[in-house]
């Protein structure tokens, strides 16, 4: 028989196999540990007053009646905690030209956004805490407000930090080749469109929500934190707190649901756990929903005004839009709100053969929440832009949307190479995806089909998108600011006197099932079954240092760091047993929790091993020392990122009547490298996908002109539920990244990232025989009516 081909395909390997999450039945059984489950000795709550306008100057606060409630502990103002926290500012080095002004915990002076912390009240209880605020009287001088991101740069517009003299946080301009010549040429067509993306944000099943104690005798801070990157807020809570960073533990166990939006500083939780320091004694602090609409960052608020040119074979000649995006008052902490700006940028067009590209981007402040990353950052928009106008190009010169694609990808052989936008681009496969794609949905079947039913008056469409996906993402991707982001990850893996391995790995568990991977990931290569392998994340104090969970890079980063501590491990414990059983390395294997010999014949137990190496190491030779611990960290350091790619389709009914779009099926064929475990990487896509269809038909953060969120509950948020959901198919490409033994990209955002473009140019497909269009999201029944003429 031959070998297998690779290490992968070994008996005992988990690689590949669609394994159930260990944690399944605790969690189903409610058996979970949210930040809100933990019930601390002396703890008290806290509820926050919050800016009732949108921008104002705060004259005073009268803070006498809610000091005088039972129950109240402590109430502190922006200028308190002033006194004992440094302000913090969300800029970059290498988003060269960024500026925003410096961010307080609580407002201080003047308030720039609805919602925006004023006062904290620190009580018994949270019912008691919330009575007190009610009592609070902010007295605000009311001032004009920017909340039109296009209005906000005109000359005569409200500038929100006048220190800075406009409204402009950041601009940055893409040009290769000559796009004006392209445009001007005889021989292309152009077709120009404004894309409107509407404002939306992660509706978490958990709310954000942190628990701090300290303790002055060892003057040591400890958060339970409902968050993505643990050691980020280490060092966030140590360098404003005036603490050594060791002296600060920050603990992420359970999480409901991140997104990017439990990945930034809020003001709240930093005023939590200074009122803990201050304090003494643990605070709490659950935002409630009405909390969550109002300050969880919001993402997608872009106007693009985007042309392409293409000849009449279909070729791209030119690619070019101006995208203007609103950020609220400042650049969020410490990741900033450029980044999306950046990401679109970047992003557009990508996965195309571009001679000629131009992108301009500004970034406005305005008086509106923070806009910062949530899943899927600035890809909805890039793939929605570009892939939008080359099907409206296709429509233009009578050319089917599958035969412009594959005359305009880069060619699967073609890499490595560089994008326009000078991305490294490698181990990429977009024509296999898209040739997958086209037989996974049986395209020409279902053109057929509908031209049939338009006949009838049923008026369906289909939309497809070509996508990369950021991923695994290197040192290179944030620079030095206030705070540092890692993009590398660590685990460390041991083996324990009863035979069973322990992994211990920065990355965090957010619900999609990276604990899972990483005990795959330890369990194959080491050699032990699933049930003998314990996965710990999440906890500054008992785990490397590394970056957390964002990026899609849990697997790709964070099991490549699993996988080499398992080579390690496993290095060790067969140098230990070859000595035991006088035997050659080489002729021996871990098996199902056995040392064996090659053949499979197993010789000794791994309890055995240990128990020998822990208690009786008098029988070892004297100059042997095994750990049996292994600890290995991991970067990406070639590429800037390691991209996924994906075809993905979408299936619609609209009804002209009504404006109401039923989706029918939506179609996703991913390249995310090698698949670990196929059940969950398709649940994550599907996820995302559904994520789509939110911000595609139904999510969006409606403001008033003077800055009010209308639409701040469930009740009137809209959301895509059971009803709502078409079939999802998923199929997969594999093309293993060059850039780790494991070969892992990410899976975690292409289908919020694709699925919207997707979606529109399905929309538009339905429109297109009736003389309509539509390019603003989310796509409402009314802007479908509107776009048909019929309101």
Not at 257 to 278: C, M, N, Q, R, V
Not at 309 to 317: D, L, N, R, S
Not at 538 to 552: F, I, L, N, Q, R
Not at 661 to 671: F, G, I, P, Q, S
């Amino acid at each position: 028989m031959s070998g297998p081909l690779t290490i992968f395909d070994k008996p005992n390997s988990y690689i590949g196999k669609p394994v159930d999450r260990p944690d399944a039945k605790r969690l189903l059984q409610g058996r979970g540990k949210f930040v809100d489950d933990i019930q601390l000795p002396r703890m008290v709550h806290g509820a926050f007053v919050r800016s009732p306008v949108a921008h104002g100057r705060i004259l005073s606060i009268d803070l006498e009646e809610a000091r005088g409630v039972p129950g109240v502990i402590a109430v502190y103002t922006g200028a308190d905690l002033a006194e004992h926290v440094t302000p913090y500012v969300g800029v970059l080095s290498h988003l060269a030209g960024l500026r925003s002004a410096p961010q307080m915990p609580l407002a201080v002076d003047v308030v720039r956004w609805t919602g925006e912390p004023v006062v904290m009240i620190v009580a018994t209880s949270r019912a008691v805490a919330e009575d007190a605020a009610a009592l609070v009287y902010v007295d605000i001088e009311e001032l004009p407000v920017a909340t039109d991101m296009e209005r906000a740069l005109e000359p005569d517009a409200p500038v929100i930090h006048p220190d800075f003299g406009s409204n402009l946080a950041w601009e940055r301009t893409v040009e290769v080749g000559d796009p004006d010549a392209a445009f001007a040429r005889d021989d292309v067509t152009v077709v120009e469109r404004t894309f409107r993306f509407g404002r939306h944000t992660g509706v978490t099943l958990e709310a954000r929500a942190s628990v701090v104690e300290y303790d002055p005798s060892e003057d040591q801070l400890t958060c339970h934190y409902s968050g993505q990157a643990p050691h980020m807020m280490q060092y966030i809570f140590a360098k404003h707190l005036g603490l050594a960073e060791e002296n600060v533990r920050v603990i992420s166990n359970d999480v409901g649901g991140s997104f990017g939006i439990k990945i930034h500083t809020y003001g709240d939780e930093i005023a939590t756990a200074a009122a803990a320091k201050l304090l003494g004694r643990p605070v709490k602090f659950v935002a409630d929903r009405l909390e969550s609409f109002l300050t969880d960052i919001h993402a997608r608020d872009h106007v693009v005004h985007g042309r392409i040119a293409v000849t009449q074979e279909g070729k791209i000649e030119a690619l070019a839009f101006d995208d203007i995006t609103g950020i609220g008052p400042y650049s969020m902490y410490p990741r900033t709100s450029a980044i999306e700006a950046n990401q679109v940028l970047n992003l557009t067009g990508a996965p195309y053969a571009l001679e000629n590209y131009r992108a301009n981007a500004k970034v406005v402040f305005q008086n509106k929440n923070l806009m910062c990353q949530y899943r899927a950052v600035g890809h909805p928009i890039a793939m929605a832009v570009a892939d939008g106008l080359l099907e409206d190009a296709a429509a233009e010169i009578g050319m089917d949307v599958v035969e412009i694609r594959r005359r305009n990808l880069v060619k699967d052989d073609a890499y490595p190479c560089v994008s326009a936008t000078g991305m490294k681009l490698d181990d990429l496969s977009h024509h296999k995806t898209l040739d997958l794609l086209i037989e996974t949905m049986d395209y020409d079947a279902k053109r057929a089909e509908h031209a049939a039913l338009r006949e009838q008056g049923i008026h369906r469409g289909l939309g497809l998108v070509s996508m990369i996906e950021v991923t695994n993402p290197s040192p290179m991707f944030y620079g030095i600011g206030g705070a540092p982001i890692a993009s590398q990850d660590g685990a460390t893996i041991r083996l324990d006197a009863g035979g069973a391995i322990h992994v211990s790995s920065s990355v965090t568990e957010q619900g999609q099932g990276t604990n899972t991977i990483l005990a795959q990931v330890a369990a194959g290569v080491f050699g032990v079954d699933m049930d003998r392998v314990k996965v710990t994340t999440g906890d500054t104090k008992t785990t490397p240092y590394g970056g957390g969970t964002w990026a899609s890079r849990g697997a790709g980063i964070g099991g490549e760091a699993t996988l080499q501590a398992a080579f390690a491990l496993k290095e060790q414990v067969l140098d230990v047993a070859a000595v035991i059983l006088q035997a050659k390395v080489e002729g021996l294997d871990i098996i199902a929790g056995h040392v064996c010999d090659t053949d499979g014949t197993q010789r000794m137990s791994l309890s055995d091993l240990a128990r020998t190496v822990y208690y009786r190491g008098n029988e070892l030779p004297s100059d042997m020392s095994p750990e049996l611990v292994a600890t290995r960290h991991y970067r990406v350091s070639d590429f800037p990122f390691v991209f996924t790619n994906a075809a993905m389709a979408a299936e619609v009914e609209v009804d002209p009547e009504t404006g109401f779009v039923k989706v029918l099926n939506v179609w996703a064929v991913e390249d995310c490298g090698r698949v670990i475990n196929p059940k969950l990487v398709d649940e994550q896509i599907r996820g995302g996908v559904v994520q789509g269809i939110g911000g595609a038909f139904y999510e969006e953060c409606i403001y008033s002109e003077d800055g009010q969120l209308e639409n701040a509950t469930m009740a009137d948020y809209l959301v895509p539920m059971a009803f709502e959901m078409p079939d999802i198919t998923v199929a997969h490409v594999e093309t293993p990244t060059k850039t780790s033994v494991l070969g892992a990209k990410g899976a975690g955002e292409a289908g919020t990232g694709g699925a919207p473009a997707a979606l529109m140019n399905a929309v538009n497909d339905a429109l297109r025989p009736l003389g309509a269009s539509i390019h603003q999201m989310p796509m409402t029944p009314e802007r479908i009516l509107r776009a048909l003429g019929t309101v």
